[in-house]
């Protein structure tokens, strides 16, 4: 039995259609919810008409600032885990800065998924607020490939809502001047010296 057999009707179409037209794994929406302090941030993904999601497939969400741990909701069959820069883009180029914490989430469940389904709600908690910015979403599922009758790997990149505004850093200690007070410090000295001096000279003038 071959396996456009075993994959019935749809890969049938799948491979005429080709696979130039799947779009992989969507976020279909993405909302925002203050929760506490922090801030949920929500994603339905959706898996196209056209494709496999495969235990092993996963979708990635880039740049999510002020992640906060432990937070990350999903369905069951998928797993969560978070990286500073992801490897294996496959043949998508993502924008992906290295000091942000990237979402990943995989499919582990034992049978595949075939054709145009809901796949569930994805969240995580942010420390930012409800203001977003535009980041890239990458997947990897599967397509049919009628020349070689078998269900090829498929990258998928587009963009989706996060948290806006770089990952947290600490305040500076109490007492200690912020950066940008040092730096208007370090330019007033110059100038309190030249008065000081002037001062000086005019002093001396009046007791000659």
């Known amino acids: 039995m071959t396996l456009l057999r075993k994959m019935g009707l749809a890969a049938v179409f799948a491979g005429l259609l080709g696979s130039s037209a799947t779009a992989g794994l969507v976020p279909v929406y993405a909302s925002v919810d ?15 008409s056209k494709n496999y999601l495969q235990p092993g497939d996963s979708f990635v969400i880039y740049d999510f600032a002020g992640f906060v741990g432990g937070s990350s909701d999903q369905p069951m069959d998928f797993t969560f885990t978070t990286v ?3 490897l294996d883009n496959g043949r998508t ?4 800065d290295p000091n942000i914490q990237n979402l990943v989430w995989t499919y582990t469940g034992a049978t595949p998924l075939m054709g145009e389904q809901a796949i569930g709600d994805f969240s995580a908690l942010s420390t930012k607020p409800e203001a977003s910015v535009d980041t890239d979403f990458t997947s990897k599922t599967h397509v049919y ?3 070689s009758d078998s ?6 990149i587009t963009s ?3 948290p806006a505004g770089g990952d947290d850093q600490p305040p500076p200690p109490p007492g200690v001047p912020e950066p940008s007070s ?8 110059p100038l309190a010296l030249g008065v000081r001096h002037m001062t000086k000279r005019k002093q ?5």
Do not use: H
């Not at 269900?151 to 998928?156: G, K, M, N, V």
């Open 151 to 156: 269900l090829i790997a498929f990258d998928a």
């Open 182 to 189: 040092l730096l208007l410090l370090a330019a007033g000295i």
């Open 93 to 96: 180029t993502p924008v992906d």
């Open 34 to 48: 203050a929760e506490g302090d922090d801030y949920r941030y929500t994603y339905g993904v959706t898996l196209s």
């Open 84 to 86: 500073g820069k992801t």
């Open 145 to 147: 490939d009628a020349k």
């Open 204 to 208: 001396a003038a009046v007791m000659a």
């Open 160 to 162: 989706t809502k996060g």
